[in-house]
């Protein structure tokens, strides 16, 4: 009795692991687009940054309606997760708002992956205040390190200038996950920590609601979350490096002018991907509109001389 | 000899009335702060999202226009996810359930497996996400696809699962099994005769209500690399696919105000299905169950 109940036992779980055994042998043939030669499959997988995704979301809707048969899939796991489904090799197209770390370039180069980097669009940090601030006309980014590092010791806005009021600043900005802010780190906090008591979201909406509710608060985003709600936020002009103060807009961010917080977007599409000619369309059908597509969601086109810069590159790359 | 001081009660009658009425108040406030809260909700949701609900945004796909994005590819990716989650968890599940309660011996071993199932349900749901990102996706190679999400989900609420059901299977009277057994009948005999139709209702009211829980999860399936933006329909389980709650987070965190109205849509969509889905089980609950 008991021993052929073992054996019952042993029998279904074998049966099991061979179901889920043939399972995998076809998942394998379906779903694995590494890239490498399938051109029957025509599926094409994106992934990376949230930032990003509005614009490729764009893109591939457009190009969906044009090309029904290929498939576009775009995932959203972050910069930094996109990246590691990339190394994994099951990308083949990474979105980034933020460049490539030397660990990830590392483990690339481990994984024998090779890529190219392609800026599709810009944005501008936008740094904002409450609407009744009448204050504050411009910063530096000297001013804004000194507000936001945990050792500025700046508590009001009169320890950042003198003559503004003596009232306490919230400070609102993104979570230490995403790349917006690691791009204001590294361009205002340098190797500083960020100031403890400042209110971190991942949403950038609870930001600008933050911002919007506090007449002392000050934060900062993504361009399109300042443009959608300009009515209830004021934009501090930024003194650039030609000492001029701008503020961030469609023309200046475009120019360069509103610098340095004009950011490029990115996109890294892995080089042996591109030997697949619905990958190479797709490429090619993203760097064409995307300056279009960017503009539509809310972020800024780079200059057209740019994008077919960016053509050329691809083509040679693809062998065309 | 009197044995009540009623003047002493007297006294003391106003004091326990007050206290009563006060209890009272502070469990009614109680429930009523949860009703309102819910009622708060509801008609938020129900007021940015309603102008939005047509049958086009049943039968688009999503866009970057909001006046045109849709959640078709999302109510078919979760429809797709629960036809795999829920055969596999039903069926994994029951037979726990049944194997500790019917079968095994108690020991130090049931003893552990029980104590790690009860464990198990208070995991947060993106542990269950790393792990089904390292077994199915990458381990068993199964890529994004909807087996790899069926049966992370399946893990995420097969505790549950096989909690309620061994409740379920409990609550039947001991006298039912003693004139089962008195009758000859084995014990495999007894189980399907006797235990699944007295504890059918409870085990589907459980697996309903857990199911519920995995058609609204986000996290597991972020993590396993669920994706956001496609605009075909899956055609079998190795398919990438979206789900509701993904497609819902992704427009809530759109700079445009226009996607948030959307989102509030796609919550009434989701809020329909659960309320579908938990009826179902009430109906299950009624239908089925029989008083001892």
């Not at chain 1, 009001?156 to 996950?177: M, N, Q």
């Amino acid at each position: 009795m008991k021993s052929k109940s073992l054996i019952l036992t042993l029998g279904m779980s074998l049966l099991v692991l061979l179901l889920a055994a043939c399972g995998n042998a076809e998942g394998s043939k379906n779903s694995e687009g590494n890239g490498d030669g399938e051109k029957s499959t025509k599926e094409i997988m994106v992934d990376g940054s949230s930032t990003v995704f509005p614009i490729m979301e764009a893109v591939a809707e457009e190009y969906q309606a044009a090309n029904p048969d290929t498939r576009v899939n775009i995932g959203v796991s972050g910069s930094g997760g996109g990246f590691e489904k990339f190394v994994a090799g099951e990308t083949h197209i990474s979105n980034a708002s933020r460049p490539i770390k030397e660990e990830e370039k590392a483990l690339l180069e481990e994984n024998g992956i090779e890529y190219t980097e392609f800026e599709v669009a810009l944005d501008g940090l936008s740094i904002v205040v409450n609407k009744e601030n009448d204050w504050v006309d411009q910063l530096t980014v000297e001013e804004l390190t000194k507000m936001w590092s945990e050792d500025g010791g700046v508590k009001t806005w009169a320890d950042v200038r003198e003559g503004w009021p003596d009232k306490e600043i919230e400070f609102y900005s993104p979570g230490a996950d995403s790349g917006t802010f690691d791009y204001f780190s590294e361009v205002v906090l340098e190797d500083k920590q960020i100031r403890q008591d400042a209110s971190l979201s991942e949403d950038d909406n609870v930001l600008v609601q933050g911002v919007t509710g506090s007449p002392n608060g000050i934060g900062y985003f993504g361009y399109a979350y300042y443009a959608e709600n300009k009515d209830n936020l004021k934009v501090v002009p930024i003194v650039n490096s030609d000492g001029e103060a701008v503020k961030p807009s469609q023309e200046t961010i475009q120019s360069g002018e509103y610098n340095p917080f004009s950011r490029p977007l990115f996109i890294y599409v892995k080089n042996e991907a591109l030997q697949n000619d619905s990958v190479y369309e797709f490429t090619k059908y993203t760097l064409e509109n995307a300056g279009e597509m960017a503009k539509a969601v809310g972020y800024v086109a780079k200059p057209e001389s740019k994008y077919e810069e960016a053509l050329k590159k691809v083509e040679e790359l693809a062998g065309k | 000899m009197n044995l009540v001081d009623k003047q002493v009660i007297q006294n003391k009658m106003s004091k326990r009335l007050v206290k009563n009425q006060f209890m009272n108040k502070l469990f009614f406030s109680a429930t009523a702060f949860g009703i309102v809260v819910l009622i708060v909700l509801l008609y938020r949701v129900l007021s940015e999202g309603i102008g939005h609900l047509d049958w086009g945004f049943l039968t688009n796909f999503a866009s970057r226009f909001p006046e045109e994005a849709g959640i078709k590819a999302a109510i078919v990716g979760s429809l797709w996810l629960m036809a795999v989650t829920a055969p596999v968890s039903l069926l994994l599940g029951i037979g726990t359930a049944i194997y500790l309660e019917e079968y095994a011996s108690r020991n130090k071993f049931t003893r552990f497996i029980q104590m790690n199932i009860s464990n198990l349900a208070g995991v947060p749901s993106i542990v269950f996400g790393l792990l089904g990102l390292t077994v199915f996706v990458r381990l068993l190679e199964m890529g994004r696809s909807i087996m790899a999400g069926g049966l992370t989900m399946s893990l995420l609420i097969l505790p549950i699962i096989v909690v309620s059901s061994q409740e379920a299977i409990r609550a039947i009277p001991k006298n039912q099994y003693e004139a089962s057994f008195a009758m000859g009948a084995t014990k495999w005999q007894t189980v399907r005769r006797v235990v699944l139709p007295a504890a059918i209702p409870g085990i589907l009211t459980g697996g309903i209500l857990a199911l519920s829980r995995a058609i609204g999860e986000t996290a597991p399936l972020l993590m396993i690399g669920a994706l956001s933006f496609i605009a075909y329909l899956p055609e079998n389980v190795w398919s990438g696919f979206t789900v509701l709650p993904i497609q819902i987070f992704n427009w809530t965190g759109r700079p445009q105000e226009e996607f948030h109205l959307v989102a509030s849509t796609g919550i009434i969509v989701l809020l329909v299905i659960l309320l579908f889905m938990n009826s179902i089980a009430v109906i299950i609950r009624n239908k089925f169950s029989k008083r001892f």
